[in-house]
């Protein structure tokens, strides 16, 4: 509900309320609600309930491997926008980016990758490489779904739902009670 009403074409946009609905889901651990509610407020910083809010919910999203929000971490640290203008991680945040996506978000963000790099040198960017390498081998799996407070995670059989290769059907249950 929240995308449809601040995304869709042929529905009137209602942004506070599609950001209450968002809010919602994000409440109930659904990430791509934290990636959703994070571009609606990056576009709207009106909305938002803290200053960190947009740039706090993507962090999360891309944890999770959610590789937009990873992109989207980089084209604010790019531009400066929501956050210090900062091409080291601007380029780390497209690393990882290209870790979680696969090949097909590589090819999307690859004209920002050698630009960066092209500004950074090599030096700098294969110790960026080697970071984002590091954080990728400890955040391998994405999923969609997560109980993270308290004991919510007893009222549901399963800890996360994890994205399939290629996000082609529903994914697969992840039955891994938080630690």
Known sequence: LGVLLSTNRSHMHELQRAAESL????KSGYIPAKHALGL??????ELTSSPQEAVSLLEDASIAGLWRSSVTLGVLARDGKGVPLDKKSAYYHFQIAKLQGGEATGRLIANNLRILAAELGTKQTEAIDSDAAAWFQKHPTPLQFIFKDGDSWKAFPLFA???????????????????
């Open 23 to 26: 809010r919602e889901s994000v």
């Open 161 to 179: 739902i994890e994205f399939p290769e290629g996000e082609v059907h529903a994914g697969r249950i992840v039955a891994t009670p938080p630690s």
């Open 40 to 45: 609606l407020l990056v576009r709207r910083p």
